[in-house]
């Protein structure tokens, strides 16, 4: 193992590298985003700087000692470690064809905590505080639509539906769907982009790309300060947020599923946790049974 961290770097980054190419060829016929592309790219650096290695030079038996110590001593949070590995297992088994056994007996943390939810009031709030058009048209489509962060600045101006009030969301493996735009969103759209007239992309950044996420991001952090809110927030609890938010004001939950995209119920299902009405009612059903006692 000769291959020094800044060589192996360089290698995958590289638009020449014939490994970086490969793995992103993989993922691609995989379905897999752009997002899940950079992160799993980012394990196998985060693993060959940790070994100082090429990872095409790096053993099973090392592997599985990084595996150990990403759960033992890294510090690295659940949902980090997971992403790791993920990217690890997939450049090994996919781009490399090593059927190695320790991928197949590593079991990965899955934590079952509740993400956060935002009130109304405090969405309304915090929207108030983001002064930027195209930051503010983003949020309040997301929080409206229940997009993911990609998936909105991703949207071209022909996707929104001015006739159906409606945009078509390109989500996960490539898979469309259709969401309904509140009417007053779709005049925040409007006044958006008589400032801008932005085309083809509707939420444009720089040479031909989409405004990056980190701005995105960065937006709402500075939103979330101005408006007091403690709660640990991202732009994606606007997500949860409009899902939570329509299971309280009693919307079917199958048309939730399709509005956000989710492929299994599973995933719709941990939204029935948080809501406030859930807990009403649960807290009616205990009282109404211990009366009886």
């Not at 770097?9 to 490969?22: A, G, I, V």
């Not at 793995?23 to 691609?28: H, Y």
């Not at 001593?73 to 297992?89: A, H, N, P, Q």
């Not at 997301?142 to 078509?168: F, K, P, Q």
Request: hydrophobic share 35%; net charge positive; proline share 4%.
């Amino acid at each position: 193992m000769t291959c020094s961290t800044v060589d192996y770097t360089k290698n995958l980054f590289e638009k020449e590298s014939p490994l970086r190419k490969k793995m992103i060829e993989d993922m691609i016929l995989q379905n897999l985003t752009t997002n899940t592309q950079w992160n799993y790219i980012s394990g196998v650096v985060r693993l060959s700087r940790y070994y100082q290695a090429s990872p095409d030079q790096i053993s099973e038996d090392e592997i599985r000692k990084y595996i150990i110590f990403l759960k033992k001593e890294s510090g690295l949070s659940f949902d980090t470690i997971r992403v790791i590995f993920y990217g690890i297992k997939f450049f090994y088994k996919k781009t490399m064809d090593w059927n190695w056994q320790v991928f197949e007996m590593t079991k990965v943390p899955q934590p079952k905590h509740l993400p956060s939810v935002l009130s109304f009031e405090e969405v309304k709030k915090l929207l108030s505080y983001i002064r930027h058009p195209m930051y503010r048209a983003i949020l309040t489509l997301i929080y409206a639509c229940g997009l993911r962060l990609s998936e909105c600045i991703n949207l071209r101006v022909e996707d929104i539906d001015r006739e159906r009030m409606a945009v078509t969301v390109k989500g996960k493996g490539s898979k469309y769907r259709s969401v309904p735009i509140p009417e007053h969103v779709l005049d925040l759209l409007r006044r958006y982009w008589r400032l801008k007239r932005p085309r083809p992309l509707l939420f444009p950044g720089k040479n031909g790309h989409p405004v990056s996420a980190g701005s995105v991001r960065c937006a709402f952090r500075d939103g979330r300060e101005k408006a007091k809110i403690k709660k640990k927030a991202t732009v994606h609890t606007l997500r949860h947020s409009y899902a939570t938010h329509l299971l309280e004001n009693g919307v079917n939950f199958r048309i939730i599923q399709h509005a956000l995209g989710h492929k299994c119920p599973g995933s719709t299902v941990r939204y029935t946790h948080m809501t406030s009405k859930t807990n009403e009612i649960l807290n009616q059903a205990v009282n109404s049974q211990m009366c009886e006692l």
